[in-house]
């Protein structure tokens, strides 16, 4: 059976998993009365409950004869890692474009690193049945964009489809709104080459992506590079200087098959697999037979820019809703991703108590504390922080980000003053029809950080921002942070609704009644810029006096609940974020006020 390798790369949002679904479908992966859930490929809880891909997926299908092995990518910049290491695995890209909104940043980012590799792109210019499509116009910019690239006169020679993944349909023809994906399947059995790899040399294998099975242990996934596996046969694992770190034999050698790893006998240069039997080997280590010495070199990762401390829950309610709650659990689960995500990076501080995780963004680290809550880790989090460098002249840089903002023209000026608040220079502006207007900056990650929540704001929920990490520059020094103070808990014990009804002439409050309160405890934020110590639990003192009319009912604003990305965006410096598997707290990092202010005192000297 004649062989394909191909990755579907796009922007978050523009329809990949969603084509992959009809791809399956058409080629006749399910059976007609089978269940299948919409957008199959997204199987992780998080990625079903935000639409969005986080992890990189093979899948393969079979059509006409031939095996079509498809990797299904992230979207989003902050998962980029994924992207970046299993081009390695393909001998083609097929280029999803959305009809109305057309080349974004992270279009820019994983189409230069396939074009770097050498892949011939298919582009395929996706929901052609909406309403505002502009399909020239989006097809003269990924034009500019390959050219912009430095793509050679064979990728700029790119073969187009025009498709629409939900309906199911593909044509050379942009008028057309009808059909199947048959042409889609010709274009790649044509257009992508089959892997020309070396069948009779040893075996070799580079590792791309890790995962764990409770029976089978780790998993190893990759393409084969040369050579057969055959079931048992004798391997050896080797680092990227060529050094034996780990012997076995392939116990278990799995192909995919639609949504399903299938058990097989042998695999053969070219196959994706997935393989068990090793339990040392990594993402990056080349898995080979005995007498290879020399290993795969990986494609190296753009460096990680955000970093946030990760600590052992200290706060009076610790340990009372996980049961994961000490720094050798955490350790451990830390380095165990780190292992799988190369995109991350960890380092234990020096108190052992607690360690520093960097990584590409704040959705990044904030999917990694979602799953380690869900899993039962208590933790307390800071304020993340970017990771400054130096260059030649020994000054201090700091990372940049490329932001483009689509937003209706009446907030185009509160967006502009905004960002130029944050240090921010403008690079482009221009009309994106239907009375939208596209902004891009050059912003300095730093100051990016908790823009996100007050952008929606200012935009009334319709703008839409991208950013994606463009380069180390020269710092800009001082950038203004949140603007106002927070009301603060001086004692443990539950809210009280007559405490709380005079607060909230104060400002916003983040509790309800009845919920547990401690000292040092964030319970809301103030209308002015100072922090203030308040009492929520303040009860009404009772006495046998009473007046003719019935007390007042008190009503309460429902509370400020944050989710777990704006609260880490929230915090200031001398904060921190309280997360458990029940509930996200925001906290002082000192909760007694005398150490509060002694802090802050040996700050300011």
Known sequence: MSLRNIAIIAHVDHGKTTLVDQLFRQSGTFRDNQRVEERAMDSNDLEKERGITILAKPTSIEWNGTRINIVDTPGHADFGGEVERILSMVDGVILLVDSSEGAMPQTKFVTGKALALGLKPIVVVNKVDRPDERIQEVLDEVFDLFVTLEATD??????????????????????????????????????????????????????????????????????????????????????????????????????????????????????????????????????????????????????????????????????????????????????????????????????????????????????????????????????????????????????????????DDEFTGTVVEKMNQRKAEMTDMRPSGGGKTRITFSAPSRGLIGYHGEFLSDTRGTGIMNRLFEKYGPHKGTIEGRKNGVLISNGAGEAV???????????????????????????????????????????????????????????????????????????????????????????????????????????AA
């Open 154 to 407: 064979e990728q700029l020679d790119f073969p187009v489809l025009y498709a629409s993944g939900r309906n199911g349909y593909a044509s050379e023809d942009p008028t057309r709104r009808e059909g199947t994906l048959e042409p889609m399947f010709q274009k790649i059995v044509d257009h992508v080459p089959p892997p020309s790899l070396d069948q009779d040399a040893p075996f070799s294998f580079l590792v791309t992506l890790l995962d764990r099975d409770n029976f089978l242990g780790r998993i190893l996934t990759g393409r084969v590079q040369s050579g057969t596996l055959k079931v048992n046969q004798p391997i050896h694992a080797l680092d990227s200087e060529g050094k034996v770190i780990e012997t076995g034999r392939a116990s278990k050698i799995l192909s995919f098959r639609g949504l399903d790893r299938v058990p097989v006998e042998e695999a053969k240069a070219g196959d994706i697999i997935s393989l068990a039997g090793l339990t040392v080997a990594t993402v990056a280590n080349t898995i080979a037979d005995t007498s290879v010495s020399e290993p795969i070199q990986a494609q190296p990762i753009d460096p990680p820019t955000l970093s946030m401390r990760f600590a052992v829950n200290d706060s009076p309610m610790a340990g009372r809703e996980g049961s994961k709650v000490t720094s050798r659990m955490i350790r451990d689960r830390l380095m165990r991703e780190a292992e799988s995500n190369v995109a991350i990076k960890v380092t234990e501080a020096a108190d052992k108590d607690s360690f520093e995780v960097a990584g590409r963004g704040e959705l990044q680290l904030g999917v990694l504390i979602e799953t380690m809550r869900r899993e039962g880790f208590e933790l307390g989090i800071s304020r993340p922080r970017v990771l400054f460098g130096t260059d030649e002249a020994g000054d201090r840089t700091e990372p940049y980000e490329t932001v483009v903002i689509d937003v």
């Open 497 to 603: 609704a007559y405490a709380l009804g005079p607060l909230e002439e104060r400002g916003v409050l983040m509790v309800g009644v009845g919920e547990a309160l401690y000292e040092g405890m964030i319970i809301g934020e103030n209308a002015k810029p100072e922090d203030l110590e308040v009492n929520p639990m303040k009860s009404k003192a009772l006495t046998n006096f009473r007046a003719s009319g019935k007390d007042d009912s008190i009503r309460l604003t429902p509370p400020w609940k944050m989710t777990l990305e704006q609260a880490i965006a929230y915090i200031d410096d001398d904060e921190m974020v309280e997360v458990t598997p029940q509930n996200i707290r925001l906290r002082k990092r000192y909760l007694d006020p005398n150490e509060r202010k002694r802090m802050s005192r040996a700050k």
